[in-house]
């Protein structure tokens, strides 16, 4: 999975031409139009706002702080944060000018396409590798220990990281992990001896789990929260993905678990075909997710659908005083398709931890 999606010669992520939208393989949030940026960028604004009045009343934290710092993981073409930079400058032009706007992005192909995209706002972008370690000096960051208020955001990332994708075999009562080979110059399955660092999934109905039952699990992106969740100095920490609890992976109808490929918008469960040239995407496990950024000190501040969480937006949106900017009949199309059970509302959850 990682070398279909991320390799830097073939990998599906790594190729200049469309992947989403009408002439792509699948829809995104940001495919839908810049709504999805907008509505994000208000919400920034409301989330310092309200830091600067609870800091000035705790006489605490930021309450100096005249800006504050987004971190975009995974930015794909850049056009997200060329939503978010347009709405703030059009509609909150002091506050502006006193963003800082972070990409990390590890692949220099996407770093390319991203800079020519953002080339209008190239003074106010800074891209990273890496979330730099806590000590790091000279990173493009502000230093953790500045006071200044972050959101360190992803959409549609997690779903990306390379699942260890695992059977039940239930003579045996254990789990092995199917791999990948090669026959006679095509990739088949295969299976690999059990890890149990791996395959230690607890549940309470392994005693009626079908022979062959199949789940992923996934410690890279369980991982890759923990380890933002414990950088994040001051702030928060959130995540737009397809996503479930565990006890919702173990259902009848999700026998062959929720690795999925997509091409021209088309689903898939052929997984090894059109390597390279296919999405592979499997669902989020939120419980673990939460739990990761918990442990490193985090407090879960909204677990809920996309629906709701940009309603609840919307709605604060729509007051006269709210300087959200007028509201037309195409933002209303875009809403529909972001928050309609149908569309994307329902599929998509949205997980908010802070500090």
Not at 5 to 17: A, Q, R, S, T, V
Not at 55 to 64: M, P
Not at 148 to 175: Q, Y
Not at 278 to 306: M, P, W
């Amino acid at each position: 999975m990682e070398l279909s999606l991320f390799c830097p010669l073939c990998g599906y992520y790594e190729k200049k031409e469309d992947t989403t939208g009408k002439r792509g393989d699948f829809f995104t949030s940001v495919s839908v139009g810049p709504l999805f940026g907008e509505l994000l960028a208000f919400q920034f604004v409301e989330w310092f706002e309200q830091s600067k009045v609870q800091s000035l009343k705790s006489k605490v934290g930021a309450a100096e702080a005249d800006g504050f710092q987004i971190i975009e993981a995974g930015a794909h073409d850049g056009r997200l944060a060329a939503d978010i930079f347009h709405w703030l400058d059009r509609r909150c032009p002091e506050l502006f000018g006193r963003v800082e706007y972070c990409i990390l992005e590890p692949s220099p192909s996407r770093q390319a396409w991203q800079r020519e995209i953002l080339a209008p706002f190239a003074p106010r972008v800074r891209w990273l590798e890496r979330l730099p370690r806590p000590q790091s000096q000279d990173s493009g960051l502000t230093t953790q220990d500045s006071g200044l208020l972050t959101f360190l955001f992803s959409n549609e990332l997690l779903d990306a990281f390379p699942v260890h994708r695992l059977g039940w075999d239930a003579m045996s009562r254990n789990w092995f992990e199917w791999g990948v080979t090669l026959d006679r110059q095509q990739f088949v399955w295969t299976r690999l001896p059990t890890q149990s660092a791996i395959c230690n999934l607890q549940t309470a109905i392994l005693e009626v789990l079908p022979d062959g039952f199949t789940t992923e699990v996934c410690p890279a992106a369980e991982n890759w929260w923990r380890e933002a969740a414990a950088w994040l100095p001051h702030g928060k920490l959130l995540t737009f993905d397809y996503g479930l609890e565990s006890e919702e992976f173990f259902t009848p109808q999700r026998a062959n678990g929720t690795l999925r490929a997509y091409h021209r918008h088309r689903v898939s469960d052929d997984l090894l075909a059109r390597a390279g040239e296919q999405d592979l995407t499997a669902h989020v496990n939120f419980t673990t997710i939460k739990r990761a950024g918990e442990s490193a000190g985090l407090r879960t501040e909204t677990d809920t659908s996309q629906s709701s969480f940009l309603t609840d937006i919307v709605q604060r949106a729509w007051r006269e005083d709210s300087g959200f900017g007028s509201w037309t009949p195409e933002h209303t199309r875009q809403f529909q398709t972001l928050t309609h059970p149908d569309h994307l509302g329902r599929a998509f959850r949205v997980l908010v931890q802070s500090r």
